[in-house]
């Protein structure tokens, strides 16, 4: 079974500072993806940033982008120029690519953006 | 856009009543998610349905069952609530054909459920 640890329940910065939010995961799988979803205090799920297992070079979606260590099974969340708007519970997700598309949730990290 | 919806937002329920939660896609998925969420456990999955009328077991699915009646609709079914029932259930839904965009789940907004 696959497991998803995210080691930092609580994280807080300042408006326009980078921060970086960790992940590790464990599984025997050589396909799966990897996704860091947002849910803000609305409570709605969004997808961040996904990084394809096979793909070598890190995802980037603008001010967000991904350290994938596939050796070290480590998939952290960076964003730059925070802003207020970050401000959310961040949750890393694993998801193999054979049968169901199941996703697979570490435990959150709670970010908070100060102005 | 992918849309989807969930019957409450809010709903406070008795120990020992039936509790029906529903949720419904308009993108044609054939993928259907229903997750537990709670503090310092993150989401964790109950059941899922990859067609009408299958549904596969997720890794909590003691204390509920699932109907998918039809594509768009798929239901948690709570047979008798309980307090450790309280939380909050999202649903959500995905694709293997949309392009460029596989293996994305769509969330609902939430559910959040309170058994007294």
């Known amino acids: 079974a696959q497991t998803v640890t995210q080691s930092q329940p609580e994280m807080s910065v300042q408006e326009a500072e980078t921060v970086t939010l960790s992940c590790t995961y464990d599984?025997?799988?050589?396909?799966?993806?990897l996704f860091w979803y947002k849910q803000p205090p609305s409570r709605q799920m969004i997808l961040v940033i996904r990084?394809?297992?096979?793909?070598?070079q890190n995802a980037t979606e603008n001010r967000f982008s991904v350290n994938f260590q596939k050796a070290a099974k480590s998939f952290s969340l960076k964003i730059s120029d925070s802003q207020l708007g970050d401000t959310a519970m961040y949750f890393c997700?694993?998801?193999?690519?054979?049968?169901?598309?199941?996703?697979?949730f570490g435990q959150g990290t709670r970010l908070t953006i100060n102005p | 856009d992918v849309k989807v919806t969930q019957s409450s937002r809010y709903l406070v329920k008795r120990t020992g009543e039936k509790v029906f939660l529903e949720c419904v896609q308009d993108?044609?998925?054939?993928?259907m998610f229903w997750y537990r969420q709670d503090p310092g456990l993150g989401l964790r999955l109950i059941y899922f349905?990859?067609?009408?009328?299958?549904?596969e077991k997720g890794d909590i699915p003691e204390g509920y069952s699932v109907s998918r009646e039809k594509k768009e609709r798929f239901s948690l079914i709570l047979e008798s609530a309980s307090t450790n029932q309280t939380s909050m259930y999202l649903c959500?839904?995905?694709?293997?054909?949309?392009?460029?965009?596989?293996?994305?789940?769509?969330f609902g907004p939430g559910t959040r459920l309170t058994v007294t």
């Open positions: 990084q394809e297992a096979y793909k070598q």
């Open positions: 993108m044609d998925h054939e993928n």
């Open positions: 349905s990859y067609d009408v009328k299958m549904k």
């Open positions: 997700a694993f998801m193999k690519l054979q049968g169901a598309q199941k996703l697979v």
């Open positions: 599984t025997s799988e050589n396909n799966y993806y």
């Open positions: 959500a839904s995905s694709s293997y054909r949309t392009s460029g965009k596989a293996y994305e789940q769509y």
